[in-house]
């Protein structure tokens, strides 16, 4: 393991452990530092243990980047893995290996806080075939939300990558998304032939999350009928303990998804697990398909799905009605009837 493998390790499982950011900026400092700095010199200055000299490298960081060099794995990575292992519970484990991919993710190109690659190489450790890239719409200018000029360039950005993946022999593809934003009458925060190119829709409401339920009902309904929404985005909203649910009639919203073939989000983010337990089990009983999903916004974030797929197996989701279970090809055709 190299000090750069090491610290980019670290960062991943900072992410994974949900933890602030500011803890994680040492360590991107420090990564900085060492990609560059002279190998030679960086050897040296371990050795002699004068990395603290150079800015950017503190204590914790030097000795990181100092037991990596000396051929071990860093004893503050060995208690970092272990304490933000993501728990997954027996049953839950059958959900998390029949998923196949993962639906609901983003980059830098708009919130996210790594590259394209970076989310694909960890979604090939992880085991995935195939992830649907879902960068922010336009209108959600704090999340840097892309318009359709760059949401075309990042079309071209996709292929050059699944080229690259396939050239190095991965059986595993990126698919055009978006996470598309809910407006505030229900329609979609894109054009229907921008809708069209895309492999997999997620829609979900980011703003006015507190508008009259009746209101909110239609703005929702209107939504999933959408015959190009596939997925129904964190539907309530929440934050626990920090934001509370929208208030809709989920009778009529899941009665809509049932209906028009979109799919329920089981959204993993700790902060959120959303829908709720009662809703999940209202979606069961309209027949929904459901969608397990990181909404990961970095690396180490994308193995947040064993929090969905605990909660899928204690409220019973039948397994053959998650599409990410599909293969990429069988999600594809499903999200294009
Ligand atoms: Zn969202
Ligand atoms: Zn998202």
């Known amino acids: 393991m190299t000090p750069e493998d090491a610290l980019l390790r670290v960062i991943h499982c900072l992410d994974r452990q949900h933890a602030s950011p500011y803890k994680a900026r040492a360590f991107v400092r420090a990564l900085d530092v060492v990609r560059t700095t002279d190998p030679v010199e960086l050897a040296e200055r371990a050795r002699d243990e004068r990395l603290t000299e150079l800015e950017g490298i503190g204590d914790a960081t030097a000795s990181v980047i100092t037991e990596a060099l000396a051929g071990r794995t860093p004893s503050y990575l060995v208690r970092l893995e272990a304490e933000s292992e993501v728990p997954l519970t027996e049953e839950g484990a059958a959900y998390r290996t029949a998923l196949r991919g993962d639906c609901h993710l983003h980059s830098t190109w708009s919130d996210g806080g790594a590259p394209i690659e970076a989310m694909a190489a960890t979604a090939i450790d992880l085991g995935h075939e195939y992830m649907v890239l879902t960068d922010h719409s336009a209108r959600l200018t704090v999340a840097h939300g892309l318009d359709e000029e760059r949401l075309v360039n990042q079309w071209a950005e996709i292929e050059r990558i699944n080229g690259e993946i396939a050239a190095a022999g991965h059986a595993f593809r990126i698919l055009r998304g978006m996470e598309v934003d809910i407006l505030e009458d229900g329609s979609l925060d894109l ?147």
């Open 191 to 337: 054009r229907d032939a921008m809708l069209a190119e895309l492999d997999v829709v997620v829609a979900s409401v980011h703003s006015k999350l507190r508008m009259d339920a009746k209101q909110m009902t239609e703005r929702m309904v209107m939504a999933v009928a959408s015959p190009h929404v596939d997925i129904l985005g964190h539907c309530t909203g929440r934050m626990v303990g920090k934001r509370p649910e929208s208030q809709f009639d989920p009778d009529y919203v899941f009665a809509a998804c049932a209906q028009y073939g979109t799919a329920v989000e089981i959204n993993c983010r700790p902060e959120r697990l959303d829908p709720p337990r009662a809703l999940i089990d209202l979606a069961i009983e309209h027949g929904c398909h459901f969608s397990i999903d990181s909404d990961a916004h970095a690396t180490g974030q994308l193995e947040w799905q064993p929090f969905g797929c605990n909660r899928a197996a204690e409220r019973g989701v039948p397994i053959d009605r998650i599409v990410n279970t599909w293969s990429a090809d069988e999600l594809v055709a499903w999200a294009a009837a």
